[in-house]
């Protein structure tokens, strides 16, 4: 028993399987869509953006937006809907190359489109997801904020303060007027004559006869004075000479006095 519920599990899950490759193979995108598998929400669509580089670089490159931005605003602000009216609008396909196209199209009425909500702008071919402009009606993008590293100040050294010099005030000194010279008086001088003073005459030499006899009684002067240097008696028979120191003395004195006496009177 438990063995045939086994193979009809097997039986349901190889079924279901199959019904799903097929499905998928009947299921195929059109040439040229920015989409790989149908999106039947904006949900959808969003989450495909998400999940999918391949997609997520179209989208961005086409709208010049960051793939999560486009994604954040596929799944807030678009919706699928159906064209209340026809109109040409310029599509926008995926080339063999991978470059980006666009052709003009006439779209009939009802043809299934994500369009912005609030302004009811077609954007997207619901079908294949190939863009409709190239502006996204309503997009705001984020503010962006630089965040500026905080910069340490610099730390400067503590410098001594600087004592204020004492404010010398300068005042110019007045002196005062020199003095004014008193006027000059004029003098009357007079002509006068000096009188003739008569010049001094030449000193009168005396002259030296009487001086020559004086000079001449010096020698008997002092032999008289040696004669009573001896003694006042006088002998018979006088003892040979002896001189006495006073009498040398004396002698020596005269010898000398003449002989400055002589030489100026030879200097005369």
């Known amino acids: 028993m438990g063995r045939w519920i086994t193979i009809l599990l097997w039986l349901i899950w190889l079924t279901a ?58 799944q807030h602000q678009l919706g699928l809907r159906r064209l209340p009216r026809g109109g040409v609008f310029r599509v926008f396909f995926i080339r063999a190359d991978g470059s980006i196209g666009s052709r003009v199209r006439y779209l009939p009425r009802g043809t299934l489109v994500f369009l912005h909500v609030r302004s009811g702008r077609p ?49 110019l000194l007045e002196l005062p007027d020199p003095p004014q010279p008193p006027p000059l008086e004029s003098f009357d001088l007079s002509v006068w004559q000096a009188e003739s003073l008569a010049a001094p005459g030449e000193p009168v030499l005396e002259p030296l006869t009487a001086r020559r006899k004086a000079f001449r009684l010096l020698p008997l002067l002092l032999v008289a004075g040696l004669g009573f240097s001896q003694g006042g008696e006088a002998s018979v028979n006088p003892p040979a000479p002896v001189p006495e120191p006073a009498s040398v003395m004396t002698l020596l004195a005269g010898m000398a006095l003449l002989a400055v006496v002589n030489r100026r009177h030879r200097e005369h």
């Open 17 to 74: 399987t199959l019904l799903a490759s097929s499905e998928a193979q009947a299921v195929r995108m059109p040439r040229g869509s920015f989409l790989i598998q149908p999106a039947s929400s904006a949900a959808q669509l969003a989450k495909q953006v998400r999940t999918n580089p391949v997609v997520a670089r179209r989208y961005a490159r086409h709208f010049q937006v960051p793939a999560p931005e486009f994604a954040h605003y596929a």
């Open 123 to 171: 954007v997207l071919l619901g079908t294949c997801g190939n863009p409709l402009t190239s502006a996204l009606p309503g997009y705001v993008p984020p503010r962006r904020v630089t965040i500026v590293p905080p910069v340490s100040p610099s730390v400067t050294p503590p410098r001594e303060p600087s004592l204020p010099e004492p404010a010398v005030q300068t005042s």
